[in-house]
C-alpha cells in the first residue's frame, strides 16, 4: 500500500510563494519519477513538475522559472517550491508517484491539497 500525503496549500496573494510537501509511506528512492500534477476547476489535469530518482527534472512551459522540484530522501518526502504565483496557479495539486516494472509503470496519487492564489 503507496501513501501519498500532500500538504502546503492555501490561500495566497498573487506574487507570493507556498511551499507544497509529499510524503510518501516509503523510501523515495523506490520510484523512479515522482511529480506534482495540478486541475483547475473545468480544466485537465496537466503535468507542473516532476523528478526522476537520477535527479532529472522536468517542467511545465507554465511554471518555468517560478517552480522549483526537489527531494528529501531521508524524509521520503518531495517538494514543490512555488514562487510567484499567480491567480492562473488556482487548482487543486496533486503528488505523483511512478515505478517502471518490465516496461510498465504504475502510477500512485495523493489526496491533492488545494492552492488559491487571489489577485
Do not use: H
Not at 527531494?71 to 496557479?89: F, G, H, I, W
Amino acid at each position: 500500500q503507496v501513501q501519498l500525503v500532500e500538504s502546503g496549500g492555501g490561500l495566497v496573494q498573487a506574487g507570493g510563494s507556498l511551499r507544497l510537501s509529499c510524503a510518501a509511506s516509503g523510501s523515495i528512492s523506490s520510484f523512479n519519477a515522482m511529480g506534482w500534477y495540478r486541475q483547475a476547476a473545468g480544466k485537465q489535469r496537466e503535468l507542473v513538475a516532476a523528478i526522476t530518482s537520477g535527479g532529472s527534472t522536468n517542467y511545465a512551459d507554465s511554471v518555468k522559472g517560478r517552480f522549483t522540484i526537489s527531494r528529501d530522501n531521508a524524509k521520503n518526502t518531495v517538494y514543490l517550491q512555488m514562487n510567484s504565483l499567480k491567480p492562473e496557479d488556482t487548482a487543486v495539486y496533486y503528488c505523483n508517484a511512478a515505478r517502471i516494472t518490465w516496461g510498465t509503470t504504475r502510477n500512485y496519487w495523493g489526496q491533492g491539497t488545494r492552492v488559491t492564489v487571489s489577485s
